[in-house]
């Protein structure tokens, strides 16, 4: 046998890299030539080349597109950018696909089997922790929330506990709904969680971040570039 990647003299081999849904649909349609570009490229290129179009088609699972991401980073050295500009989308939406693998267990297997959307994923991943996400994504499973509702409920639980005595007894604490829904619009703007600690009329923002790419994309947005 000939070394391993050495094709014997006179012989031509060639290996379809991208294109085999095409391929066989000429092949089902009978036609005996197609179009083709021949090139020669390395066994990292040719994996990397058929990473991205699999993350092209559009009925790809939000989780299956994570693990291809998160593959392109890890085998191939690639940043969030760099992904981004061969997949075609921007470094941000990278970045929320590969977020979403650090959901539970039990909250993927939710999301791969439709019972919640990526949507959903989104507003779980602003919660403060593991057991808190899966306790919010079970009661939205069960009661089939929208993703309106659940973003009411997880709005709620970023609701700063105030002192006993601010609160009437046995009733909720009362939030100004301008301030929720401002909450809401910097939370939608930012891509990140956002609380607002208001106290009639003074207060704080607490604006949260998960990574490092997070942080300088909050920085470079705060600073207007």
């Known amino acids: 046998m000939p070394p ?11 290996v379809l ?6 391929f ?9 030539t197609i179009p083709a570009i021949v ?5 990292q290129q040719a994996a990397e080349m058929t990473l991205v179009e699999n993350l092209q088609r559009q009925d790809l699972e939000c989780l299956d597109q994570a ?8 085998e191939f050295s690639l940043t969030q950018e760099d992904i981004g500009k061969r997949v075609g989308v921007s470094r941000e939406q990278v970045s929320n696909y590969l977020r979403l693998l650090k ?29 808190q996400i899966m306790k919010v994504a079970r009661v939205a499973i069960a009661k089939k929330m929208s993703v309106a509702l659940l973003q009411d409920m997880v709005m709620d639980s970023h609701i ?34 956002v609380r607002i600690r208001d106290r009639k009329g003074k207060g704080k923002i607490l604006i949260e971040y998960g990574t490092v790419d997070e942080y300088g994309r909050l920085i470079r947005m705060l600073r207007g570039k």
Do not use: C
């Open 17 to 22: 890299i991208l294109g085999e849904r095409r």
């Open 103 to 131: 959901l539970p267990p039990e909250v993927q297997v939710a999301l791969r089997n439709k019972e919640l959307t990526y949507s959903h994923a989104r507003l779980l991943l602003s919660l403060d922790s593991e057991s």
């Open 39 to 43: 090139k020669r490229v390395s066994e």
């Open 67 to 74: 693990l291809a991401f998160a593959k392109l980073s890890t």
């Open 4 to 14: 391993e990647g050495m094709v014997p003299e006179g012989e031509q081999r060639f």
């Open 160 to 193: 700063p506990k105030d002192p006993p005595e601010s609160r009437k007894p046995g009733g909720a604490r009362w939030v100004d709904p301008n301030v929720r829904a401002e909450q809401r619009s910097l939370e939608a703007v930012l891509g990140l969680r």
């Open 24 to 32: 066989r649909a000429s092949k089902m349609a009978g036609k005996t």
